[in-house]
């Protein structure tokens, strides 16, 4: 089956940075998506990741490792601003071209001053 | 550019009405999908449109759910005799292509009631 673990609730203080984890298996793996998503809005693209490795955009980083099933999301010198949803979603596998996203219920982050 | 569109906003019914909600993806997107996502949950996937490939129709959860995209753009998702658990965000989103990197580009949603 497919299966995506991600915390439910993170709190933060502005300034500082947050790690959220996120752990999958899924029937085969081509890539793994963060978005995020404010209240009451469309999901916006952050991140992919489909070597393993550090992606460093900004403020934000993605970390994949395809052997343990991982990755997680980094927010650095955090704002009210990021509070929000995050979540993690991998295509489990790219036949013929098929795009497929398994999403996780994804993680609320608070941001307080 | 304009981004993806869905309407209506908000739609309100009684159980056991149809519904029809309407996606507008981004022009030369030829990747067209459609999402739901209740409350406290993740994105469930419903369906896939790829080019004037047949559609992957394996997240719909009844014959009750269908959809449609006519010329390789709009897309509707129908809806027959709705019923409560139906009750969700119902997200659209479209890719350039079907290409491994390419993300997916969500609208609005329509917010979904069923009374």
């Known amino acids: 089956g497919q299966n995506i673990d991600q915390p439910t609730e993170m709190t933060a203080t502005e300034g500082a940075i947050v790690q959220i984890n996120c752990t999958y298996q899924t029937s085969g793996f081509n890539g793994l998506f963060w978005y995020q998503q404010h209240a009451g809005e469309a999901p916006t693209f952050l991140s992919y990741n489909v070597l393993d490795g550090l992606e460093e955009k900004g403020r934000f980083s993605s970390f994949l490792s395809r052997s343990k099933g991982y990755s997680y999301l980094l927010l650095k010198e955090l704002q009210m601003k990021d509070s929000a949803s995050y979540l993690c979603?991998?295509?489990?596998?790219?036949?013929?071209?098929?795009?497929?996203?398994?999403f996780g219920a994804g993680t609320r982050l608070a941001v307080h001053p | 550019g304009a981004g993806v569109s869905q309407s209506p906003s908000n739609k309100v019914t009684e159980k056991g009405k149809d519904v029809e909600l309407r996606c507008d993806p981004i022009?030369?997107?030829?990747?067209l999908y459609w999402y739901r996502q209740s409350l406290g949950q993740g994105l469930e996937f419903l369906i896939y449109?790829?080019?004037?490939?047949?559609?992957?129709k394996s997240g719909l959860p009844s014959d009750r759910f269908s959809a449609e995209r006519t010329g390789g753009s709009v897309s509707t998702l129908t809806i027959q005799r709705t019923q409560q658990e139906d009750s969700a965000v119902y997200l659209c989103?479209?890719?350039?292509?079907?290409?491994?990197?390419?993300?997916?580009?969500f609208g609005p949603g329509t917010r979904l009631t069923v009374t």
């Open positions: 449109f790829q080019g004037n490939s047949a559609p992957d």
């Open positions: 022009s030369g997107h030829t990747a």
């Open positions: 979603a991998v295509r489990p596998m790219f036949s013929g071209g098929y795009n497929k996203l398994i």
């Open positions: 989103a479209s890719s350039l292509g079907d290409g491994a990197s390419y993300e997916q580009y």
